[in-house]
T-cell receptor, first 114, second 114 residues
Framework: GQQLNQSPQSMFIQEGEDVSMNCTSS?????WLWYKQEPGEGPVLLIA?????ELTSNGRLTAQFGITRKDSFLNISASIPSDVGIYFC??????????????FGKGTKLSVKP | DVKVTQSSRYLVKRTGEKVFLECVQD?????MFWYRQDPGLGLRLIYF???????EKGDIPEGYSVSREKKERFSLILESASTNQTSMYLC?????????????FGPGTRLTVT
């Protein structure tokens, strides 16, 4: 099936540092979503992107829909301990995908040291 | 706010038992999904449904069945549980239409089959 390559797989950072992660694919997407999952919980939607080049913020989080429509980026500024969790990207394929179905990245596990 | 609830947070069953996992959403969403989540494998789609009494196989339907008798409720059934079905099961729902790609997840059911 289609793959989304999400990197890095894990990050260990100091509180206050900025964080960047990304998802890439060889396929074109018409939607990018970013989720956060805390231990023992379901993923929670953070940001949704629908246009190439779109830049959207949610508090300290900023995500961008890549111009090529094959990638997306998530940045977290001034990290705090409660940012800990696994961040997933998800996308809807432009072609070949079932309507409403998403392709998920495997996640970036973020650890923040106080 | 969208609310997706799952019948159990933790479940322990014996090999060969029939297992029912239930999911209910309160936002009148047409689409509902069942995923399993395993370390290193990410989220994998088991089944999805676009409407009442309608179901479609996802990427890993073997060993599972589903039922959707009411719009708000989507059940996942393990006819004869096996140890390789030990996993975290996540239900999600989304709208059918222009913004149909934002999936909202329940808290998950961690199933252990012994």
């Amino acid at each position: 099936g289609q793959q989304l390559n999400q990197s890095p797989q894990s990050m260990f950072i100091q509180e206050g540092e900025d964080v960047s992660m990304n998802c890439t694919s060889s396929s074109i997407f018409n939607t990018w979503l970013w989720y956060k999952q805390e231990p023992g919980e379901g993923p929670v939607l953070l940001i949704a992107l629908y246009k190439a080049g779109e830049l959207t913020s949610n508090g300290r989080l900023t995500a961008q829909f890549g111009i090529t429509r094959k990638d997306s980026f998530l940045n977290i500024s001034a990290s705090i301990p409660s940012d800990v969790g696994i961040y997933f990207c998800a996308g809807q394929l432009e072609y070949g995908g079932s309507q409403g179905n998403l392709i998920f990245g495997k996640g970036t596990k973020l650890s923040v040291k106080p | 706010d969208v609310k997706v609830t799952q019948s159990s947070r933790y479940l322990v069953k014996r090999t060969g038992e029939k297992v029912f996992l239930e999911c209910v959403q309160d936002m009148d969403h047409e689409n509902m999904f069942w995923y399993r989540q395993d370390p290193g494998l990410g989220l994998r789609l088991i089944y999805f449904s676009y409407d009442v009494k309608m179901k479609e196989k996802g990427d890993i339907p073997e060993g599972y069945s589903v039922s959707r008798e009411k719009k708000e409720r989507f059940s996942l059934i393990l006819e004869s549980a096996s140890t390789n079905q030990t996993s975290m099961y996540l239900c999600a729902s989304s709208l059918l239409g222009a913004i149909s790609y934002e999936q909202y997840f329940g808290p998950g059911t961690r199933l252990t089959v012994t």
